[in-house]
């Protein structure tokens, strides 16, 4: 009996997620009582929340890999450098919507609660080390998605949207639990230590693990977006409004790696040769459909669904060859990735403003002659997304393809470099547009001074990181140590 | 004698048994139905000074005999266009959980036809099906009236059983288990033990919230016959309707003995503890007590029908809403700290 | 066959052919019946799995109150049945395909081959005294205490959502504030006015 030598949970380490539930209530709270007028103070709050929760998280990092919680809970390096990142991305993704929703109406606190649980979601997945918890975090990231997505609900698009992102996402949660039950079934635990101990010790490969892993890996591939299970993911970006397309194509994506690695590599890692043929498959649709898909798009949201999906494409590049340095490289791409996508969605609501929505191609026509400074940018992000030397955007595809050719997979570097030089087509298109276009806009770009910060900042690090990107690299290095 | 008759029980088999047991049971409830609804009029007539029926039998007391027969031998009409099977089965539905949940009854320390651990889940499960009656009967019947009244018996019943389900975990939580039997015998000692003193709040949202759940007056607005006529049972007749009204008034006996198990000590004597009372009366059986108290909440539910005019809807909604659910989490935060430290003379 | 096998099979069959009514008949309202059905079966044979508490609080929740509420919004639209199942036909041979399919495929899986009794041993029978339910609350509140907080977030996420999309203030709307009415007085009313008596004039 487990429960006859029950130990109290060491708390401390959990006080985060803590911290952030007790939050989202709190402004859940006060949101009812502010008022119209000053709903300025949920977002404060809001932002508040992260800020806290990143004291919280980087205060009592240790460096020593921790289990608690009757081992439904880790705490460990990678886990406490992803959830930093979160709420950086969180945060930034609130700073961008703040005056996109306050033109459109849709300034509520829902948005910032919904988005606060969304993150205390993200946070349970990546420091998960059981598959009840990675479930769960999961579905309370996906259900707060889902809502955010309907949040406008006179549009017709973005209830269309959510309930296509509802229903494929719970069929993809089903699978995911399916395929977790199986391994309940075979190894009697949902904890991940005692799941990989099993697998290690046991040699006959039964069946009933080759079914979970393809249950387990679809669901994954559905969550993340992966080819051929990637239909929701261009009409939920394109139908849901820009500041919740900023939400999900960043800071999940973070946590989406997180479940990759607890799920696959520590839970599953015995079964390395059942996925890594799955993965290698998913990696090299992901990346066609997603780059060749995107050529053909005339809305920015849609075009940017599609490279999401490359990208996703190349995450996966990392993780399946299995080793140590294809994780951190993957670590590396998905958190560059998540600093791009920030840009990029941020950009369309700079650019857009009341009753006009700047998602069109079109709408980037001339943008060096109205606005020098944001065209200078949105070039960086466009380079970077499209990995030109010398930029971030360069140096996450180049670690991923080191760690494959190390794990002899050259042939599959070769097919990732071709894709990719397919995908820069369009990402260059854009920078045409804004350079060698006449405009056909002559509305001025006045963002408020917090976005024009945040964006020149966020383009900035970017750049930056493309001089000197070794102090990420070390540090995604150092989280998988 | 005794032990004759002992010989011979053991000699029946297992499942007629258990039918016998259950015909002991359900055979009484029945009359108790039908003396119910003399006594409704009765007690009705006397508040409005009048005398009620007295001219079958004498006092009237074969009344209920006449009624019954008149309703058995009318036909039973099926509208055009109503979904004849489900027509039929709406009042059984309706009758069948009720009388299912008293298997789990406790008449006495040891009289209980199944001592299941989790008996009040259990009474929670079937209270909360009896809905469905309503809900078929009145939609099966293709009637405007009948449909509005499932509707609003539908939303009645859901919003209040979460009042009463909040209440029974406070008693859950006072008396430490899910057995009635056990509920009971945690009441033991005085009428100052029993739990209509330290779950006050909850006995009265319980009781309450029980003659909404029944579709008694004043919360009767399921059949409001001065809007939708009848509500869900308007196209009913012959035995089906009999079967409702069955239903109707077992569920308020049911609700009685429940009020009576769960606060008020059950099968405990009311003199227990008290010098001397308690033992002039200690060769009385249980059953008589537990009996007793149900007759009194069986007069309130008639007295509140004399009394109160029929609460609006959206204030039922309210008072359920707004006011039992959060007396009841309130309370709950109370009795859980009052069990923590052990506050005599209910928890030490 | 063993009574309990009996009674096993028959509620298994009972499930079965009620699921299979569920997505096949052409009533919404049967449709919802027979899901009833389908809990229900369920719960029994939870129960012979001796797992009462969480077979009464599957009657509890999902019959009692899940089951209701939907029953009534299945009620109160005027579902259009005949186009849902427009395509039906045409599609009932890859659906049939697809099921024997992963029939098969679940049979060779979760089978007594790898689950049988040879893999698992029974589990030990509980006397009649065990208590399912202190058991659960047991292991609920300490290991798995964890997840169970994750669970109440998202069912709190799932209250907000559901508040944020379908609250719709109408200030058109006329409404009456019962607590007004409850504080109302007699005074607020009503006011008596004494008067003397006029005298008519002769």
Redesign the interface.
């Known amino acids: 009996m487990?429960?006859m030598n029950?130990e109290m949970?060491n708390f401390a380490l959990?006080l985060p997620e803590i911290f952030v539930?007790c939050m989202a209530?709190v402004v859940?709270l006060a949101d009812l009582f502010v008022g119209e007028r000053n709903r300025v103070v949920t977002y404060l709050m809001s932002q508040a929340t992260l800020v806290g929760a990143a004291i919280l998280t980087v205060g009592l990092h240790t460096g020593e890999t921790q289990i608690t919680?009757?081992g439904?809970?880790i705490s460990d390096t990678m886990g406490d450098v992803l959830k930093v990142f979160i709420y950086l991305v969180t945060a930034v993704v609130f700073l961008y919507s703040r005056e996109y929703l306050r033109v459109r109406q849709l300034f509520?606190g829902?948005y910032f609660?919904?988005g606060l649980?969304g993150v205390?979601g993200m946070m349970?997945m990546v420091s998960a080390h059981?598959f009840?918890?990675i479930y769960?975090?999961l579905?309370?990231l996906s259900?707060?998605l889902?809502?955010m997505v309907?949040?406008q609900?006179d549009s017709i698009g973005a209830t269309e949207a959510a309930m296509k992102y509802f229903v494929l996402g719970s069929l993809a949660s089903g699978m995911l639990l399916y395929g977790m039950s199986?391994f309940y079934?075979?190894t009697g635990s949902l904890d991940i230590t005692e799941v990989s101990t099993y697998l290690a010790q046991s040699h006959d490969k039964?069946?009933?693990l080759a079914?979970g892993v393809v249950f387990v890996v679809v669901g994954l591939a559905f969550k993340l977006g992966a080819v051929p299970f990637h239909m929701w993911v261009p009409d939920v970006y394109h139908g849901a409004p820009t500041s919740v397309t900023l939400y999900i194509g960043t800071a999940p994506k973070i946590a989406a790696f997180a479940m990759l690695m607890r799920l696959l590599v520590e839970g599953l890692g015995d079964l390395h040769m059942q996925w890594q043929g799955m993965l290698i498959m998913l990696a090299i649709a992901s990346m066609a459909a997603g780059n060749i898909i995107a050529i053909a798009q005339s809305n920015i949201k849609r075009m940017l669904a599609y490279s999401t999906i490359a990208h996703v494409g190349f995450l996966l590049l990392g993780i399946l060859p299995g080793t140590e340095n294809g994780y951190s490289s993957s670590m590396f791409y998905i958190l560059v990735y998540a600093l791009m996508g920030l840009g990029g969605f941020g950009m369309v609501m700079l650019l857009s403003r009341a009753g006009f929505e700047a998602d069109r191609l079109e709408d980037f026509k001339g943008l060096n002659q109205r606005s020098p400074w944001f065209a200078f940018i949105m070039l960086i992000l466009m380079i970077s997304m499209a990995g030109i030397p010398v930029s971030v955007g360069f140096w996450a595809k180049l670690a991923v393809l080191q760690a494959l050719i190390r794990a002899d997979m050259t042939w599959l570097a070769v097919v990732a470099v071709l894709f990719s030089v397919i995908g820069a087509y369009y990402y260059l298109r854009i920078v045409k547009l804004m350079y060698f276009d006449k405009t056909e806009d002559n509305s001025p770009i006045q963002p408020a001074l917090d976005m024009r910060v945040a964006m020149s900042a966020n383009g900035l690090a970017v750049f930056a990181l493309g001089i000197y990107p070794s102090a990420l690299t070390a540090l995604c290095v150092a989280a998988l140590k | 004698m005794l032990e004759m008759l002992q010989t011979v029980w053991s000699e029946i088999p297992e499942i007629l048994q258990i039918v016998l047991k259950i015909v002991v049971i359900v055979v009484p409830i029945m009359l108790s139905v039908a003396y119910l609804t003399l006594a409704e009029r009765k007690v009705i007539g006397y508040i409005q000074v009048r005398i009620g029926p007295n001219r079958v039998g004498p006092l009237g007391l074969l009344q209920p005999i006449a009624d019954g027969l008149k309703l058995v031998l009318k036909e039973i009409i099926i509208p055009t266009n109503a979904n004849r099977f489900l027509f039929l089965l709406g009042p059984i539905v309706a009758l069948a959980p009720v009388l299912a949940a008293w298997a789990v009854i406790p008449f006495d320390s040891n009289l209980v036809l199944a001592n299941i651990d989790a008996g009040l889940l259990y009474i929670l499960a079937m209270t909360s099906l009896g809905v469905y009656g309503i809900i078929i009967a009145g939609w099966a019947s293709n009637s405007k009236y009948a449909f509005l009244g499932a509707l609003r018996s539908a939303a009645q019943v859901v919003s209040y059983e979460i009042a009463m389900g909040f209440a029974l975990v406070g008693v859950l939580i006072a008396a430490g288990s899910l057995n009635l039997r056990e509920i009971v015998l945690a009441q033991q000692g005085s009428v100052m033990h029993w739990f209509w003193l330290p779950l006050l709040p909850l006995f009265l949202v319980y009781f309450i919230s029980g003659v909404a759940e029944t579709n008694r007056a004043p919360f009767d607005v399921a059949e409001g016959e001065s809007e939708i006529v009848a509500g869900f049972h308007v196209e009913y007749s012959g035995i089906a309707f009999a079967l409702f009204f069955l239903a109707e008034y077992a569920a308020m006996i049911l609700v009685s003995v429940l009020t009576s198990v769960m606060f008020l000590g059950g099968w405990l004597s009311p003199f227990e503890g008290v010098p001397f009372l308690a033992d002039a009366f200690a060769w009385v059986p249980g059953i008589v007590w537990l009996l007793g108290k149900t007759a009194v909440f069986l007069f309130l539910f008639l007295w509140f029908r004399a009394t109160f005019p029929r609460y609006r809807y959206d204030q039922i909604m309210r008072l359920g809403w707004k006011i039992f659910i959060p007396i009841t989490i309130v309370w709950l935060l109370v009795v859980g700290a009052a069990v923590l430290a052990e506050i005599g003379p209910w928890f030490d | 066959m063993s009574m309990e096998q009996i009674v096993f099979y028959a509620f298994a069959a009972i499930l079965v052919a009620a699921s299979v009514a569920v997505i096949t008949v052409r009533n919404p309202v049967h449709a919802v019946l027979f899901l009833v059905l389908t809990f229900f079966t369920s719960a029994a044979l939870w129960m012979l799995l001796e797992a009462e508490f969480l077979a009464i609080t599957l009657v509890l929740v999902y019959v009692g109150a899940v089951m209701v509420l939907f029953l009534f919004v299945v009620m109160m639209l005027d579902i259009n049945i005949t186009v849902l199942r427009e395509g039906f036909i045409r599609y009932l041979p890859v659906g049939i395909i697809v099921a024997l399919v992963v029939v098969v495929e679940m049979t060779i899986a979760v089978g007594p081959k790898y689950f049988g009794l040879e893999h698992f041993a029974e589990p030990a029978r509980h006397m009649a005294d065990y208590s399912n339910t202190k058991e659960l609350g047991r292991i609920l509140y300490t290991v798995y205490v964890y997840p169970f907080e994750i669970a109440a977030a998202i069912l709190l996420v799932a209250i907000v959502a559901a508040i944020a999309l379908t609250l719709r203030r109408r200030p058109q709307t006329k409404y009456q504030n019962a607590g007004w009415q409850v504080a109302t007085r007699r005074n607020d009313r009503v006011r008596i006015v004494k008067m003397e008596t006029e005298k008519k004039e002769s």
């Open positions: 487990s429960n029950f949970p959990a539930l209530c859940l919680f009757g439904s809970f509520t829902e609660v919904l649980f205390l349970v059981s009840l918890t769960l975090g579905e309370l259900l707060s889902y809502a309907a949040l609900r199986m079934g075979v039964n069946i009933v079914f």
